[in-house]
């Protein structure tokens, strides 16, 4: 069974940091492309970032010089690093194998997501 299963989201300070990981099983991570996800309570879900491989890193402009993707090949798993967090990063985070919300919720492949909530 293809599976990505999200991790490590909880509690945290402003200005704190916190690593999200996104596993694969089933299926290797080494080619494929990776994009981190979020929706906030009455909000849409958003993109905040897309490691496309060939084509690079990308980040939206909420995240960008705060969060970083990288990957650990023999873990099978890619990670979300979030430093300096504010409380509007407040969210369910998702990863997917595509960099296209839409893509992914055709495919009706969303997972779980874990949940990161930025509070004093």
């Known amino acids: 069974q293809l599976q990505l299963v999200e991790s490590g989201g909880g509690l945290v300070q402003p200005g704190g940091s916190l690593r999200l990981s996104c596993a694969a099983s089933?299926?290797?991570?080494?080619?494929?492309?990776i994009g981190w996800f979020r929706q906030a309570p009455g909000k849409e879900r958003e993109e905040i970032s897309c490691?496309?491989?060939?084509?690079?890193?990308v980040y939206a402009d909420s995240v960008k010089g705060r969060f970083a993707i990288f990957r650990d090949g023999a873990k099978n798993t890619v990670y979300l690093q979030r430093n300096s967090l504010k409380p509007e990063d407040t969210a369910v985070y998702y990863c997917?194998?595509?960099?296209?919300?839409?893509?992914?919720?055709?495919?009706?492949?969303w997972g779980q997501g874990t949940q990161v909530t930025v509070s004093s």
């Open positions: 997917a194998t595509d960099c296209r919300a839409e893509v992914v919720t055709a495919r009706a492949s």
């Open positions: 490691d496309r491989r060939s084509g690079g890193t």
């Open positions: 089933g299926f290797t991570l080494r080619y494929s492309a």
